[in-house]
């Protein structure tokens, strides 16, 4: 048996979407249709925001290295200021999901707590990790401690 990755597109696939804009009598406002392909407003596919989110993330590439990999291998042209919009984006809508996994972590029987070093810009910082059974939440902080303390009491009291 034999896996491969299928080789890259020669071209960026661009699908063309016609939105409606109609007036809508009962809340007095113009209304756009959306699409399934793309976030409300966006040129970018879904599919291409969640690999940019998961080469961020998950694979912590900085924002140039993805811009060249969806050049070189996707051949869809983002500068790297554009990503970066994307990625803002798409946090604030993921923000529920962030306030869910926190409030979960902190309903868990038992909470465990760690950091680490962590490098941004050449400088130390500190990736905390607060945990339960089942999630995990993380909070990256310029500090090991103290003002670190402080923070997360003013965000675990706001967040319950």
């Known amino acids: 048996m034999v896996e491969d990755?299928?080789?890259s597109a020669d071209k960026t696939t661009v699908f063309?979407?016609?939105?409606e804009t109609k007036?809508?009598?009962r809340c007095k406002n113009m209304v756009s249709s959306t699409s399934?392909?793309?976030l409300p407003g966006s040129?970018?596919?879904l599919n291409a925001v969640i690999e940019m989110a998961y080469l961020w993330v998950m694979c912590a590439l900085s924002l140039p290295k993805i811009q060249a990999l969806f050049i070189d291998f996707k051949t869809l042209r983002l500068s790297s200021a554009g990503i970066s919009r994307i990625m803002i984006r798409l946090s604030g809508i993921l923000q529920p999901v962030y306030e869910e996994i926190l409030n979960d972590v902190k309903q868990g029987t038992k909470i465990w707590a760690d950091e680490t070093g962590w490098r941004v810009k050449g400088k130390l910082w500190w990736l905390w990790i607060f945990a339960n059974e089942r999630s995990a939440s993380y909070w990256p902080d310029r500090t090991r401690g103290g003002r670190w303390w402080s923070a997360c009491s003013v965000r675990c009291s706001s967040a319950s």
């Open 5 to 7: 990755i299928a080789p």
């Open 16 to 19: 063309e979407e016609i939105t």
């Open 23 to 25: 007036w809508c009598e």
């Open 36 to 38: 399934e392909k793309a």
């Open 43 to 45: 040129d970018i596919g």
